[in-house]
């Protein structure tokens, strides 16, 4: 795309000031919520270090407290999967409510024992790491004691819960998830080691760094952020030279179902370049939900929401309404299964969709048409249709909702 497209820039810097203005509200609006509603860890490294051991160390004395007294001790957390315990706002997302549902990790209960366990130990290996300042893995930590843990998913569960718990963000244990997601294009940025990663380079994409919360010195001058739902639709693009032939922009990837440090580089983006995001997902009700986590957030990590979610987020595509307005044709749909169903009337339920009448209407045709398409489906009209025609023509006629 060159500068001569006067209509493709002037589109964008109306959406641009359009999402600022917008945006200038909801910094204003966040200013108190976040003091009502952030945890409550100082910004600066040290104090931070200070805060959660404190925080750990307070639960530890209250535990051996407990126990001097002949009672057993106990471990309460807020539910993260209880609907009660979040609700929504339309300029923050997923959000902590005043509703708080606890869960009760009891040590005298025979079923909670081997949980309790699991929490303390991981507990101390986070106390260490914060204190000597260093880092470790989810992985790494569960294959240091596989027996104890049984499965990667028991860990992760533990280590969110607390980071609940403690009121601190998962980042601030010091143990940190691997970071699957790649971005590229027009992005310079200074890594927490010092190094100096530009993502124009890599042919394949840069990979998400794992501490995105210490990044410094990002520097760009991308007119966009598209994020996309797949890696493979993210390596054709970049095949296909989408950063160079729509430059200046920034394209990021989750591949899938997004990890911590993708969402918290979207976010990280949004708020320092204020520039639209983008989202490419599948035409399915699966693609709709993981768009909806980057702009809403979950309501199992709604306690992190203020540096996750970018409650401007544009949906790009697939739209339903695009499988039908394209002509796409019927043999490279996919019909919808009961999952797909359920994960419909499932998102139709949710809060968000009433502040987004037009993504509602889209989720109906899904239900209503019973069918579903992956992007990939546009490569039927023409190998190149995605990238010379479908997104730059969305962007320049404003075809997102």
């Known amino acids: 795309m060159t500068e001569g497209d006067i209509n493709f820039w002037d589109s964008l810097e109306t959406l641009g000031h359009e999402l600022l203005h917008r945006e200038r509200g909801i910094v204003q609006k966040r200013q108190p919520a976040t003091e009502k509603n952030k945890l409550a860890t100082p910004e600066d490294g040290e104090s931070s270090r200070r805060h959660v051991l404190r925080a750990i160390e307070r639960l530890t004395e209250t535990m051996i407290v407990t126990l001097s007294k002949g009672h057993s001790p106990m471990l309460t957390y807020k539910d993260r999967r209880n609907s009660s315990n979040v609700s929504f706002d339309e300029d923050f997302g997923v959000v902590p409510s005043d509703t708080i549902a606890v869960k009760t990790v009891d040590f005298s209960a025979i079923k909670s024992t081997t949980k309790f366990a699991r929490t303390l130990q991981v507990l101390a290996i986070s106390y260490r790491l914060v204190q000597t300042n260093t880092y470790s893995t989810k992985r790494d930590v569960f294959y240091n004691d596989t027996k104890l843990f049984g499965t990667q998913r028991v860990l992760d ?10 009121k601190v963000p998962r980042h601030s244990l010091h143990i940190l998830a691997t970071s699957k997601g790649c971005v590229a294009g027009d992005l310079t940025l ?24 210490n990044i410094t010195n990002l520097h760009s001058n991308a007119k ?62 699966h693609g709709m939900e993981i768009m909806c986590t980057y702009k809403y957030g979950s309501m199992a990590l709604s306690h992190e929401s203020h540096n996750l979610t970018v409650p401007t987020l544009k949906w790009l595509g697939v739209l339903p309404s695009d499988i039908r307005r394209l002509c796409i044709q019927e043999d490279v749909l996919l019909p919808m299964n009961d999952s797909d169903r359920a994960k419909a009337r499932e998102l139709l339920g949710r809060p968000y969709l009433s502040a987004e009448p037009l993504w509602k209407r889209e989720l109906e045709e899904f239900l209503t048409r019973d069918r579903k398409a992956e992007i990939q489906s546009l490569i039927s009209i023409s190998p190149t249709f995605l990238t010379n025609v479908y997104i730059p023509n969305k962007i320049k006629f404003g075809g997102w909702i």
């Open 190 to 213: 200074v890594d927490s080691d010092g190094s100096f990663l530009d993502c124009s380079v890599a042919s394949g994409g840069t990979m998400v760094p794992a501490h995105v919360q």
């Open 224 to 285: 966009f952020v598209l994020v996309v739902e797949k890696d493979a639709t993210f390596q054709k693009l970049l095949d296909d030279g989408f950063c160079r032939k729509l430059a200046p922009c920034i394209m990021v990837t989750g591949k899938g179902v997004p990890d911590l440090n993708t969402r918290m580089l979207v976010h990280k983006l949004w708020k320092a370049f204020h520039i639209p995001v983008f989202a490419l997902v599948d035409a399915d009700p």
């Open 157 to 166: 569960t533990i280590v969110d819960d607390i980071a609940c718990m403690l």
